[in-house]
């Protein structure tokens, strides 16, 4: 039998109290940005999902280089106590370990180069010549991983 594990990203393997995305747009000097679109998120959030779109927005300009970057330093550093060594020891028991967030694409692609994992999914930026165009290509939210996990 084959035994698949799956994690979500913030709070669980990225030690986050915001959320990772918007932890990124901070450093990113978004700070007043992200705080805005915060207190909008908390008003309309049992409505349903909200800001995800408004969140990408805010990356529109940076190139992928500069966000890997920024997003490698930020996995590194905040990486859950204890993450890496769990995914270590499920894998070392034949787990399949994979992830979905809705944290952007470049997030994922960092953390999977911190953790071990198998796959991860995450929203997909749309990019322009390795631009961010602050568009979504496929947006991950509470919603839809689901439907993710479905097809694993």
């Avoid at 109290?17 to 049992?46: A, F, M, N």
């Avoid at 997003?71 to 590194?76: H, V």
């Avoid at 990019?127 to 694993?152: F, H, M």
Wanted: hydrophobic share 35%; charged share 30%.
């Amino acid at each position: 039998m084959h035994t698949l594990v799956i994690f979500d990203v913030d709070g669980v393997l990225i030690d986050t109290d915001k959320g990772s995305t918007k932890d990124i747009l901070i450093q990113l000097g978004k700070e007043k940005e992200v705080e805005e679109l915060h207190r909008e998120y908390l008003r309309r959030k049992d409505a349903g999902p909200w800001g995800l779109k408004e969140l990408m927005e805010l990356l529109k300009g940076y190139s992928y280089d500069e966000l890997m970057e920024v997003s490698l330093a930020y996995c590194t550093s905040h990486l859950m106590l204890g993450a890496y060594e769990a995914v270590q020891e499920l894998k070392k028991r034949s787990y399949e370990i994979g992830s979905i967030t809705s944290s952007f694409d470049v997030i994922t692609h960092a953390l999977q180069e911190v953790v071990p994992l198998d796959w991860i999914e995450g929203t997909k930026l749309e990019w322009n010549n390795g631009i961010c165009s602050g568009g979504i290509a496929r947006k991950i939210d509470r919603y839809t991983k689901r439907d993710i996990l479905s097809e694993y």
